[in-house]
């Protein structure tokens, strides 16, 4: 089986689960052949979850049998800090995102915060300074790179 026929069948099976494929790679490692998928979904992505998918992607894989040499297989999400996509954006207000900008805005281009509200062509987050909590406008255009992030 070629590597693109794999894809489009691990594609579909996660795409069962309730997950997307993220990223698909197939290659060696320290000299062994390892198969590795990122994965994705509307809801928070748990260790049990990835326990139970890798195990349910190992039950399919051996169903079938890509390869007829042993292979691991690397199963993971995108993490805690996962990058979003623009589009995206309005089934995350209320969570904390970290935001790279292409052009600074009184000299920072970098702004975390909650993100409060999405428009069609600006996003608004409700940013800390000092003691204060402030709403500022972003305009999508702007963004190079918007993540969830982790609030300390």
Do not use: W
Not at 53 to 67: G, K, S
């Amino acid at each position: 089986m070629d590597l693109k026929q794999l894809k489009a069948l691990i594609e579909a099976k996660v795409s069962d689960l309730g997950f997307s494929l993220e990223s698909f790679s197939f290659g060696k490692r320290q000299g062994r052949a390892m198969l590795s998928l990122v994965v994705d979904r509307e809801d928070e992505i748990d260790m049990e979850t990835i326990v139970n998918l890798t195990r349910d992607m190992d039950e399919y894989l051996d169903e079938i049998n890509p390869f007829d040499y042993p292979y691991t297989l690397d199963l993971c999400s995108l993490g805690v800090e996962k990058p979003l996509k623009i589009n995206d954006l309005p089934r995350y207000v209320g969570k904390f995102v970290h935001v790279h900008l292409v052009n600074p805005i009184a000299g920072e281009n970098i702004y975390e915060g909650d993100l409060v509200a999405v428009q069609e062509e600006a996003i608004t987050l409700a940013v800390k300074y000092k003691t204060r909590v402030k709403n500022i406008e972003l305009m999508t255009a702007n963004i190079d790179k918007i993540r969830l992030a982790i609030k300390f």
